[in-house]
């Protein structure tokens, strides 16, 4: 079933810009994972953050945890023309590796 | 070079034509597990495999059947295909709590 829900659905901006998107989820978490997909590819895993983390930074990326709130962001900081592309929360709710997906946040970014 | 390489890559077939698509990764890792993406529903686990000869069904399982006789292989097998399973189809493999690596994808129509 799906457990991660992004905001928004989809997400335009111009080179350079910062962008920001959600994950809102229902149960209690082991660990959340940021995926990103160009058009028609594999998913290609970016982050992963544990239940006990709070915020964690790779390179432009930025994840924060707020498992009080149940939800999570990314912060893409000086966005490319090459991070055009949607991106996933996954949310793994044990240590057996199971991984549920939202329906992801398409990025546009502009030149 | 570490990877999950699926095939075939795209594929067209007619209702009820039994069809088996391949999956192997070659970084030992126990856990694999199959997807499917339709636009707007995200990705959404058909099946799942923690190690050898273990397997389990995931979200949308019905009309499938998966097999993990070795390791590094786990072939998703349609014995029946129907036209609602034309969708993308991805694998993926992981050892921890450290991310999935997925294969490229098997875009299948049924006709």
């Known amino acids: 079933s799906q457990q991660g829900e992004e905001d928004p659905q989809a997400l335009s901006i111009q080179e350079g810009e910062n962008a920001t998107m959600n994950c809102s989820y229902k149960?209690?978490?082991?660990?959340l994972q940021w995926y990103r997909q160009n058009s028609g590819r594999g998913l290609v895993h970016l982050i992963l953050?544990?239940?006990?983390?709070r915020e964690k930074h790779s390179g432009r990326l930025r994840v924060t945890l707020d498992t009080s709130k149940k939800s999570s962001s990314l912060l893409i900081t000086a966005s490319r023309a090459a991070d055009t592309a949607s991106y996933f929360c996954?949310?793994?709710?044990?240590?057996?590796?199971?991984?549920?997906f939202g329906a992801g946040t398409t990025v546009t970014v502009r030149a | 070079e570490a990877q999950v390489t699926q095939n075939p890559r795209y594929l067209i077939t007619v209702t009820g034509k039994k069809l088996t698509v391949t999956c192997s990764q070659n970084?030992?890792?126990?856990?694999m597990s199959w997807y499917r993406q339709d636009p707007g529903l995200g990705l959404r686990q058909i099946y799942y495999?923690?190690?050898?000869?273990?397997?389990d069904k995931g979200d949308v399982p019905e009309g499938y059947k998966v097999s993990r006789k070795e390791k590094r292989n786990f072939p998703l097998i349609l014995e029946s295909p129907s036209p609602n399973q034309t969708s993308l189809y991805f694998c993926?493999?992981?050892?921890?709590?450290?991310?999935?690596?997925f294969g490229s994808g098997t875009r299948l129509t049924v006709v």
């Open positions: 149960t209690s978490i082991n660990n």
């Open positions: 953050i544990r239940s006990n983390e």
């Open positions: 970084m030992n890792h126990e856990y």
């Open positions: 993926a493999s992981s050892s921890s709590n450290y991310g999935y690596t």
């Open positions: 495999s923690m190690n050898v000869e273990v397997t």
């Open positions: 996954a949310t793994g709710l044990t240590n057996d590796y199971k991984l549920s």
